[in-house]
């Protein structure tokens, strides 16, 4: 366009000057002298530079001319002061780097829209009862009576996806892990989603379960039909073998399209969906004996989530009827609903994620009122050039126009550079961000980022351009034209203006490093919760099993002791040991219960007894060192033939016998089978242990011992197929272990290759959760908030004092001290912190109140930590302020009052 | 020197009617910028000197309008001239502004010739 615009210039002064040209040879060819013809030609002609401007008024580009004057000018004037110029930017950026990392973490957990047709009608059924909320799901006789008596739902389809669990797709290269969730016939046209090839699944009937003929067929999704199809238009029909089972194709889903929706648990796995068939189990009422499932609805227009529950509460204790025991019937007598997109991102997410963000917006904020401070004092210093301009014709629109055009340029500097830095930030919590929100993808420039980066570009340009040139534009011309130096710049109103921004600022930091302090707290309060076992030098596998290869084998004998071994007699290695899941691992959880024996008040209370089921092998106390409370841990002499037994904790007695004043008496009871007739006893209690997490102190746990397990119990098929974790003991470090692991895992079966492979003190760290995470964004945060503000207070100060110098000359000519001088000095910074912090405290009191459930330890008005946060802002606040107060201290009087 | 009587012997143009002279002009052919200035002074028997801060912009926007085009060629003495050539939107144009103009001098002159009546 310049180019353009350059051009039409150069050619219109050629028009010009031809008309000259012309005009002077016919002047001449009548006789005119040169000099004559070119005068008159002049003189006819008139303003050749006024005609060029009016005519190019005439070209619209005007306008645009003026804008490109304004950018060129506004550059210029920014490039003279390129030390103001970066600080102001840099400055900027933090703030817009913090906020835009924040923002598109945010965009990408909360706003990102479900790829499903109308995503708020879809709501996830829960049965609830004594227990609260069932998170297993429901049996299907309730869910088909829920469809069939609902008229708040206009349908209701089911599922079971159980997809942490990796599956094997036969393909042209191996196998492919991919999870499987089994759905029944009506799920995605519910959902709204339909094949892009091929059909979905066909229902039986009214009940929506699939129709007997659809049984060993498979729906795969677009990434699967990629990957290991090559994307074969052809598929649809062909077989293909998944965990050794035939499956004919019967379509794939568009591009996509993941249910459950990505984020969940499916550990990044492309997923397959198999059909969802009623067994002769399914219509059982006794205890267990039902498979469950999640149950999805769709609510029909124009009823609330609300008016679906109140419905269904209804109908639920009629339902419940049908079961054959009364706990049952007393944990599923009533209906929780919840929005699925809801139910994707945790409360404590969600705050946490909003805590941040509010976190980083006011650092966006402290960093634009730093900025502030500074375009005003350049736009103070520049008065007398800003008069000259307006005294030259420039208009006031034409001035404001300029300053504007600054304040733009500055901010879209630090917008381009604070992309920089928000990219940089979430590089550096990839980790958390992967382990917390299940955020895979770096910073993605959609649409929401982009618009948020657009708007806070244009808000800081006008916060920090706006304030000092409307200060501007009433500056009279007169006045700034007179002022001899521009020393006696600032008005009392004007630095009065300025003390408030940086006092705002104070408060402002104060609540962020009063916040950062409490997740510091929490964070050192979970890091010192004894955790009964020890992390140090533990490599943890977790395994990715494919149970079957080893179907009719028993996995104990085939795969699993033989690992054991190897991995034991690896160099280096001191222990290893099998466990379905590390402590803290929450890759795998099963709850186990008692079956009641008898009606009286202990037994039902011992039936109510809900218990972590671990099965480990007997290595696993070498590895983690557990404290055995009583008795004995399993040992070499228990195998498949030995007498079965089983260890608890410490926590399951208190929960067996109502307290847990003499542990002893549980050794030599009998709580579960191994098997038919293989009555396990009690032969230990272990100390208690953190499972889920560090901040959730001990739950009942009931341990098995893997080589006593054979594949004819119960426990054979729901653990040692499912989940299982290696755990190795090592003092040789991570880098060098993890490999020699990796090969023993892929020698015992080559599939086992792909098991992720993490150190305990990495689980642990993960299991902090939120708060590590938060307390880590908080700390960079935090930082920047307290050097900015720094920097505000040593800027004002140093203005004050410069501004400052002839009265300061004057006193120490008449006799005030150097200690006098600093002391005027400080005390203007004093009053700024008390005032600032004093803000900032009742500030902090309210703010804080954001993380409540995220502390652990500590409480979110905790005056101590309120207290040190002040103290560290008033020392580095005095000590920002000595520099100025030290220079004040040393000015010359004979230099400073001969400038006057 | 003409001094300001010089201005007072020329015919003020009124609003709108330099675009109909210009269209005109350059209905003869094509011309640059001091041609057509030359032209109307001939042709208005020296009356009329078009003043050239009027004249170029009004070129330019005549242009932007798609009324005429310009291109740049050898003129007769030999020196490159941007020459202007009216198009057939011009000329379209040219004869609905020459009907409205001979619309407005009758209407005008019926009033102005008309002698008052008691």
Redesign the interface.
Known sequence: MNWRFEKRKD??D???R??M???I??RMGRGESREQAEAEAAR????AA??ED??H????WRRLERFANDLRYALRALRRSSGFSLTVIATLAVGVGATCAMFSVVDGVLLRPLPFKDPGGLIEIHESGKKGPLSYGSPYLDIDQWRQRSRAFSQIAFYNSNIARASFLEGTAGALHVGSATVSANLFDLLGVHPALGRGFSARDAGNSVKADDEHSLLLSDAVWRANYGADPGIVGKTVVMNGERFSVLGVMPRGFTFPFAGSNTNGMPLVWKPLLLKDEDVLRTHNAAPYYDALGRLRPGFTLAAAEAELKVFQPDIVKSYAESRDRENANSISLRGYAASLVNGDVRKALFALMGASALLWLIACLNATSLMWARALARRRELAVRSALGASRWQIVEHLLMEGILLSGCASLLGLGLAAGILKLFQHGLETQYKIHESLTLNLPVLGALLALTVAGALLISAWPTFAASRTSIDTALRQGSPQQGMGRAQRRMRTALVVTEIALSLTLLVGCGLLLRTIYALKHVPLGFRTEHIVVANMTIPSYKFAGRDMTTALYQPLVDRVKHLPGVESATLLTDVPLGNTFRMIFTLSPKGNSADAIRRAAIEAQFRAVSPEMQQVFGFQMLRGRFFNAGDTQTSQAVVVVNRAFVRAYFGDDRDPSKILGENLVSLGKDRRALVVGVLDDERQVSVAQSSLPEIEVCIPQITPESMFYKVAEGMSMDLAVRSEQSVSLITPELREALRTASPDLSASTFSTMDQVVEDSFGSQNLAAHLLEIFGGSALLLCLAGIYGLLSYLVAQRRQEIGLRIALGAQQWNVMSLVLRQAGWMLVAGLGIGLGMAYLGTRALGTLLYGVKADDPWTAGAVALVLLAGGLLASLAPARRAARVDPAEALRAE | MMGRNGYRNRVELLQGTLDMLILRTLQWGPA????IV?ALRTQSGEAL?V???SL???L??LE?QGWVRSEWKQ?E?N????YYRITATGKKQLAQDLSRWEQMVAVMSGILKSTPTE
């Open positions: 050619e219109l050629e028009e010009i031809t008309h040209a012309l005009d040879a016919d006819e002609f008139g303003n006024l005609i009016v005519t008024e005439s070209w619209r | 640059h910028g001091y041609g030359q000197q003043e050239t801060g170029y912009p009004a330019h926007r932007r003129s003495a020196q490159r001239a941007r």
